[in-house]
């Protein structure tokens, strides 16, 4: 018999009730996880709350977004589900795993009747989507080995508010589906790990765990192939730590492996079958390895993780610094060891090499919400200065309304004044989160603080960026194409060659230069020369040269968010083309 003298992470845990919880915030959140039904369902109304709000009505945002849908759109277009390609170009920097789920919203989406389903870029996010909840959801499944209910929900209340899987929900790319499958394995992980080390010897182990984990390994390598660092590197500490992992064989190691290659190795097969050792070559030494430098101009020192923390975990990230003394003090108790193990090997990484994009930590997240909750459920929040952080709550809030909205007036010159209620109820939630905090009430700050991130999101991605039409100047290019009265429009894009353009226009659009932008607009009717400013003196040059006669140009006026810089898009006709 185990003596406790206080609860421990891992060993299951009693609601502690705040003081003053007969509040009316508290008291419904009482009841909406007073069972395991409720729970689920007020964390799936959350989730389409904080996550809807702009959702359908942003425009495809470069680049790395437009890529995958395009992709996804050619591989439909195509019937080609082996090979990812953007126009002509393979790409192969990551497996083929999010290419069929978007393939499969689209197709599914196509066959309910939605018009010109392709050409929607929220059609390609409905599995960043469903990604993002599923891993809220199973956040909370996870949590529920160390916590209790109400920990657990708080715990994926913290995910969910979160500001990056606010922003991967509405991305069209690989992140929010890969933290689904990484929190499953983990917290399939956590419940074999635990077991073991509360001695439970069952004569039959359970299968559900071992199939939990090892699907979402199989699933996760498909999608990125980050989930086997993730899960190593946390196997390989706690061997270290415990001295032993015979633990692992409850996993049942030998058919797990047997179930990831009927899995994954089919199209591993097709792939090589199609493209010899490129994909390889191009997914592990052109992509994986390469971000062990400075990859695409997104080098940066490391510490930029743990600063960038405390705004993309916002509003999560006050509790998480006043819970971190504790946490380490308990380092040594199973369910901290275990969370621990998942967290800070991985962050090492990410902090060393040096690439760094802020959604790269985004798996390691749900370790922190879960560490955090349970120093919140014990009691043991630091008094120290860092209790100041609560005023993060309130500063988030009132920076970002500020930024958000100067940012506005500068790039369409509006205030934008229906976001400004919204801004100002999550200046006062993020007030009262600030005054009600103290150790007993850590709970209620918590609520305060998440319905802040809810009128945040809704202000932000529901009001403002839709309005942005300037950041989004391929959205305009198509309009006016879409607006010509002949059959078949044909365009070439000479200095912006944004994916998003390709994109919103056709797979076919050419990206070339002015010249060829002249040239292009010379070989018939029906076509439409795209050309930035800065290519514009040599689209005229060679239509002078080659004598094009061309209509005048209709403008679009916008800004690159890709390369930071103002363009100015002509859009030439070639001669009797309406």
Known sequence: MVETLQPRFGAGQQSVKPAHSSRRLFMAFEFATASQPRAILFLLLTCLVLFLPGFFTIPPIDRDEVRFAQATKQMVESGDYVDIRFQDDVRYKKPVGIYWLQAASLKTISALGVPKAQLRIWVYRVPSLLGAIGAVLLTYWAALAFLSRQGAVLAALMIASSILLGVEARLAKTDAMQLLTVVAAMGAMARVYLSWQRGEDP???PWSWPAIFWTALAVGILL??????FVGLTILVLAILDRSAAWLWRLRPVWGLMWVLVLVLPWFVLIFLRAGDAFFADAVGGDMLAKLGAQESHGAPPGLYLLLFWVTFWPGAPLAGMAAPAVWRARREPGAQFLLAWLIPSWIVFEVALTKLPHYVLPLYPAIAILTIGAVERRVLSRSWLTRGA????????????LVIVGAIKAIHQPVFPAWPLYAGAMVAGLIAWWLFEDSRAERSLLNAVIAAALMAAATYGVVLPRLTT?????????????VTCVGPRSAAAGFHEPSLVFMTDTSTLLTDGSGAADFLGQGTCRFALVESRSERAFIQRAEAIGLRYNAPVRIEGYNISQGRAISIAIFRSEGTE
């Not at 990125?224 to 660092?229: A, D, N, Q, S």
């Not at 005023?391 to 500020?402: E, L, Q």
């Not at 959205?475 to 006016?480: F, I, S, T, W």
């Open 391 to 402: 005023a993060w709550w309130f500063v988030i809030p009132a920076f970002g309304a500020v």
């Open 471 to 483: 950041m989004f100047p391929s959205q305009e290019v198509a309009r006016a194409l879409r607006n």
């Open 224 to 229: 990125k192939g980050l989930i086997l660092m």
């Open 203 to 205: 004569a039959r182990p």
